[in-house]
C-alpha cells in the first residue's frame, strides 16, 4: 500500500511539474508573439509618420519650381555644359538654398508662362521679368533690377536714332516686355516697314545679323550680354523705348512664398552675395535690393 501511495504521489508531482513546464513555454511564447505584434506596430507606425511627414513637406512645398524662358541669357539659358544657368537662376538657387527648399529650373514657352503659373507647374516667374504694367496680374516681390527697352542695330546701318527706323523691318520677343511697350508707341510703330515677332532672342541676334530684320526691340540688360558674347558690330541707340523694372512674379494672392524669397533676398543683399552674383554676370552691381 505504501509503494503504491508512494507512486502515486511521485506521479502526481510529475504531472503537476510537467504542467507548470508546460504553462512557462506557453507565457513565453505569448510574450514573444506581442514582443512582436509591438514591434511591427512600431514599424508600422514609424512608415506611417514618414509618409504623413513626406505628404506635410509636399504640403508646405518642398521645391521651388522656378519658369524661365532657357533662351534668354544672361537671365536664364542652357550652358555649355548642358546645365542651365544665369544670373537670375543663380539667385534662385541660392534663395532656395537659404529657404531649405529643393531648387528646380523649369523652362518654359515665354508666352505660356500664365497657364504654367495658374496651373501650379511652376512656383514663380523668374527672368529678367518686368512688373512695369504688370502690376495687376501677379504678386510680386520688391524689384530688384532696374531696365529699358532699347533698340539695337547694326552699326554700319546708319540708323541712329528712332526717326531712323522708319520705313525699317524691327522684331521683338513674342508677348515680351518690349512687344507691350511698341503697343504703347503706335505712333512709332506706324512708321516702320514691318514689324516682326519671334520666339526667342537668339534667332532675333541671327535675323539681324543676316541681314533679315534692321533693329531688334529688347532688354537693355540682356542686349549688353548679347552684343559683348557675339563680339559682333551692333550698337545700342540712346533713345530708349521704354524704363522698367524686374521683379520676381508669383501667382496671385501665394504672398506666403513672396515674403520667403523677399526675406531671402534682403539676406543676399545685406551680407554682399547679391553683389558678388552681379558683378559675376555683369562686371557691376546692378541690383537694387535694399538701396
Known sequence: MKKRFLCAALASVMAFSLTACSGGENVSAAASTETKTEGSEAASDTAAQKENDAEDAKAEGGTLVVGFDQDFPPMGFLGDDGEYTGFDLELAQETARRLGLEYKAQPIAWDAKDMELESGNIDCIWNGFTMTGREDSYTWSKPYMENSQVFVVAKDSGIKSQADLAGKVVECQMDSSAEAALKEAPELTATFGQLLTTTDYITAFMDLEQGAVDAIAMDVIVAGYQISQRNADFEILDDSLASEQYAIGFKKGNTELRDKVQ???????????????????????VTTVGK
Open 263 to 285: 526675406g531671402a533676398l534682403e539676406e543676399m543683399a545685406a551680407d554682399g552675395t547679391l553683389k558678388t552674383i552681379s558683378e559675376k554676370w555683369f562686371g557691376e552691381d
